[in-house]
């Protein structure tokens, strides 16, 4: 097997078929050399229409010039192909032939009457070397559509090369990115943890500590009250039967009943220590209940009353009131200690960046597994593409090769 650099594939494949395609190169060289002498003897002939200029008076010698000038430029401009003879330069070649014969049949039609009568032996030496070179254009162009056809298809090749340049700068690009974003996400990383170490830092903070201590304890300590409070399906009732005017309530309004079914302990921190209202509805609504005119499962009444009379015998619930009171209390005054010392604002400001960095990180992950992909995919592809080339130049060429891609990382 023969390991070849990317960058000296080509040079070395046109080798190859060089070598190949000897005898058919040599032949279009040989066509290429014949066109090349008639070029030479047009221009030729173009120096022998100058013979006359003498002759000639300004507007005929103006229009000869312009005639002779017009043909050796068009010929000038015809590229020979000489150290590679390729499909691609031959079909070139006969283009700017065909081109040149135009040319030339133009600028006849244009000059050549203003002298025609001075240059005779000229147009008949100009008729026959163009003849001639058309000829030798006709064999050319006959080779190269029915003998070159394989290696114009060989050469061919040569143009699939620029897929594995731009394979590689996507992979390299690729792997650039990953790297930005690799150190992207390991920097963002870091920080995250710096900020997160913060923050428990911050938390473990006595005044913190003491504040989540109460909330603990009232969050505890309400959930308690709720249960205590656990009628409101039995009140939902009775205030539905109070719209309808079905039952009159004593000194309560339907607005207390509404706000105690929402939040029944923001009513009772309200009211006051003696809770009169309360406990005026309590009494109503055990009476209703007793005289079962809500439309209740007895279970569910007789669990309602019980829960009432607990509450007056045991008159627990004044005491958890007072102590929810004092928790809050306690709570607020914590807060403006933490207020005074700034904590709260330090705290903020980490939580803030923890979440922007998570959410940063979030992004740098996202685009790292979606530029990965890409990184997998064109990896893929330059391999299954570099190995259906390598096959299908092995078929030409007869040989085993392996065409070495390396990488700026």
Do not use: C, W
Not at 213 to 241: S, W, Y
Not at 329 to 340: L, V
Not at 362 to 369: A, F, G, K, S
């Amino acid at each position: 097997m023969v390991e070849i650099e990317l960058e000296n594939f080509e040079e070395y494949y046109l080798e190859k078929l060089d070598e190949i395609f000897y005898k058919k190169k040599k032949t279009a060289q040989k066509l290429i050399e014949d066109i090349q002498e008639g070029l030479i003897d047009i221009r030729k002939t173009m120096n022998h229409f100058l013979d006359i200029k003498d002759e000639l008076k300004k507007k005929p010698l103006r229009s000869l010039t312009f005639f002779t000038d017009k043909i050796k430029k068009e010929i000038d401009q015809i590229e020979i192909p000489e150290d590679e003879i390729t499909y691609d330069g031959i079909m070139a070649l006969l283009k700017d032939l065909k081109r040149l014969f135009t040319e030339i049949n133009d600028a006849a039609k244009k000059s050549l009457p203003k002298f025609k009568s001075k240059v005779q032996p000229e147009i008949k030496e100009l008729n026959y070397h163009t003849r001639k070179l058309g000829k030798k254009q006709a064999v050319l162009e006959k080779f190269a559509l029915k003998k070159y056809t394989d290696v114009k298809e060989a050469e061919e090749l040569v143009d699939k090369l620029s897929k594995f340049y731009n394979l590689r700068n996507n992979i390299e690009n690729a792997r650039e990115d990953l790297d930005k974003l690799e150190k992207e996400q390991e920097t963002t990383k870091k920080e995250l943890e710096e900020q997160k170490s913060k923050l428990l830092t911050l938390e473990k903070d006595k005044l913190f500590q003491k504040k989540k201590k109460f909330r603990d304890q009232a969050f505890k300590l309400k959930m308690k009250i709720n249960g205590e409070l656990g009628f409101k399906k039995a009140l939902r009732k009775l205030k539905v039967e109070v719209e309808r005017e079905n039952i009159h309530l004593t000194n309560i309004n339907e607005n207390y009943v509404r706000d105690f079914i929402k939040n029944p302990l923001r009513v009772l921190m309200k009211e006051g220590q003696d809770l009169t209202k309360f406990r005026g509805l309590l009494v109503q609504l055990r009476h209703v209940l007793e005289e079962k005119k809500l439309n209740l499962k007895s279970d569910k009444r007789e669990k309602s009353i019980e829960q009432i009379n607990k509450i007056f015998d045991e008159r627990e619930i004044y005491d958890e009131l007072e102590t929810y009171k004092e928790l809050r209390e306690n709570i607020q005054k914590i807060k403006k200690k933490i207020k005074k010392k700034g904590l709260d604002d330090q705290l903020n400001d980490v939580k803030n960046k923890i979440g922007v960095l998570t959410q940063r990180l979030e992004h740098i992950n996202n685009d790292l597994e979606s530029k990965n992909k890409d990184y997998l995919k064109y990896l893929a592809k330059l391999k299954r593409d570099r190995n259906n080339f390598q096959k299908t130049i092995e078929q030409i060429i007869n040989e085993e090769i392996k065409i070495a891609i390396t990488f700026s990382f």
